[in-house]
């Protein structure tokens, strides 16, 4: 299923802007980035086009699943394709899970709302859902309240929910964000392998350039709620055509000398754009280093 946005705009009441005839598009099965500052407007495309906008913003333009509209459905009809056909898993999973309800039981509801599965087919198929995001000892996680899982396991539940449907669309907004690096990396590689194996057309909004360049292929980037630039990671990371991106690169770049946390990136870039950005943040650091760090990163990320 594609998704096709066209000239996206939100407004609040009072006439300010939130976003500004925003256009771009994903192709079926295709995973798409949306990077851009704090503020950017990132989460008001994703609840625009799931019509979750917060009360009072209206927004006008195109959303389009295959070629059907969807931008301003009625509550709904918005109700059968938001579970279903597109789902949407969050920063904080928190925000989607029930605090007062068992994890099981919420896995159930978009079977029990979408499906005519029985009783006994959709506690089969929760065992198979919290299998599937490799939570271990599924019973227990199942009779569990999301409070009793760590972050980790609650994105994980989270995610179960969101694909309990076989969406057709994922929306991921910075699912990751809350998590320490390492179970970041976990839940990033799981929703990647999730989505190619169900082949589900994937929007995954973040404001880190290196997360996105281990799950997108194409890259959208915003600022101040319009879009920049439409292009391919490859391309955006090597060859921006615009100066924004190539700041937000070098930004993460700058980031990498003195974080080690770049990721497949670092290698990626022209060598030219590192010995720059070696002067500017940090003259100790040598450039050898990191080429050796990136390739050794760049084999991880490809394995
Ligand atoms: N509930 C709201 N009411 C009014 N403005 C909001 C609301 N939520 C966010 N905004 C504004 O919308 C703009 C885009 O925000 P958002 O899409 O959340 O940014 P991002 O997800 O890229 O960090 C920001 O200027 C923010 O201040
Ligand atoms: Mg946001």
């Given at each position: 299923m594609s998704l096709v946005v066209e000239n996206l705009s939100v407004h609040t009441r009072t006439g300010r802007t939130i976003l500004k005839d925003c256009s771009w598009q994903v192709p079926t099965g295709g995973r798409l980035g949306i990077i851009g500052e704090s503020g950017s407007g990132k989460s008001m495309s994703a609840l625009a086009i799931l019509g979750l906008?917060?009360?009072g913003m209206t927004a006008s333009g195109s959303v389009r699943l295959d070629s059907e509209e969807i931008l301003g459905l009625g509550k709904a009809q918005l109700r059968h394709i938001r579970g279903a056909r597109i789902a949407m898993v969050f920063q904080e999973p928190l925000t989607a899970?029930?605090?007062?309800?068992k994890v099981g039981r919420q896995i159930a509801g978009p079977l029990r709302l979408h499906t005519n599965l029985t009783k006994a087919h959709i506690q089969e198929r929760v065992h198979e859902l919290l299998t599937m995001v490799a939570l271990d000892d599924t019973e227990r996680i199942a009779a569990?309240?999301?409070?009793?899982?760590s972050g980790g396991q609650r994105q994980r539940v989270a995610l179960a929910m969101a694909l309990a449907c076989e969406p057709e669309v994922l929306i991921a907004d910075e699912?990751?964000?809350?998590?320490d690096a390492t179970v970041q990396g976990e839940v990033l590689n799981l929703l990647s392998e999730l989505v190619e194996k169900m082949g589900t057309t994937l929007v995954f909004v973040t404001h880190d350039l290196p997360v996105i360049a281990k799950v997108a292929e194409d890259l959208v980037v915003m600022r101040h709620g319009e879009i920049i630039e439409c292009t391919t990671v490859a391309k955006g990371l090597?060859?921006?055509?615009e100066e924004y991106t190539r700041q937000l690169v070098e930004a993460a770049l700058s980031l990498s000398v003195r974080a080690s946390d770049l990721g497949g990136c670092v290698s990626d870039l022209d060598v030219r754009a590192l010995e720059r950005d070696v002067q500017v943040s940090d003259p100790s650091a040598r450039v050898s280093d990191l080429g050796v760090r990136g390739e050794s990163e760049k084999a991880a990320l490809h394995e």
């Amino acid at each position: 299923m594609s998704l096709v946005v066209e000239n996206l705009s939100v407004h609040t009441r009072t006439g300010r802007t939130i976003l500004k005839d925003c256009s771009w598009q994903v192709p079926t099965g295709g995973r798409l980035g949306i990077i851009g500052e704090s503020g950017s407007g990132k989460s008001m495309s994703a609840l625009a086009i799931l019509g979750l906008l917060p009360e009072g913003m209206t927004a006008s333009g195109s959303v389009r699943l295959d070629s059907e509209e969807i931008l301003g459905l009625g509550k709904a009809q918005l109700r059968h394709i938001r579970g279903a056909r597109i789902a949407m898993v969050f920063q904080e999973p928190l925000t989607a899970l029930d605090p007062l309800m068992k994890v099981g039981r919420q896995i159930a509801g978009p079977l029990r709302l979408h499906t005519n599965l029985t009783k006994a087919h959709i506690q089969e198929r929760v065992h198979e859902l919290l299998t599937m995001v490799a939570l271990d000892d599924t019973e227990r996680i199942a009779a569990s309240y999301p409070w009793q899982l760590s972050g980790g396991q609650r994105q994980r539940v989270a995610l179960a929910m969101a694909l309990a449907c076989e969406p057709e669309v994922l929306i991921a907004d910075e699912p990751t964000t809350a998590l320490d690096a390492t179970v970041q990396g976990e839940v990033l590689n799981l929703l990647s392998e999730l989505v190619e194996k169900m082949g589900t057309t994937l929007v995954f909004v973040t404001h880190d350039l290196p997360v996105i360049a281990k799950v997108a292929e194409d890259l959208v980037v915003m600022r101040h709620g319009e879009i920049i630039e439409c292009t391919t990671v490859a391309k955006g990371l090597h060859a921006p055509r615009e100066e924004y991106t190539r700041q937000l690169v070098e930004a993460a770049l700058s980031l990498s000398v003195r974080a080690s946390d770049l990721g497949g990136c670092v290698s990626d870039l022209d060598v030219r754009a590192l010995e720059r950005d070696v002067q500017v943040s940090d003259p100790s650091a040598r450039v050898s280093d990191l080429g050796v760090r990136g390739e050794s990163e760049k084999a991880a990320l490809h394995e």
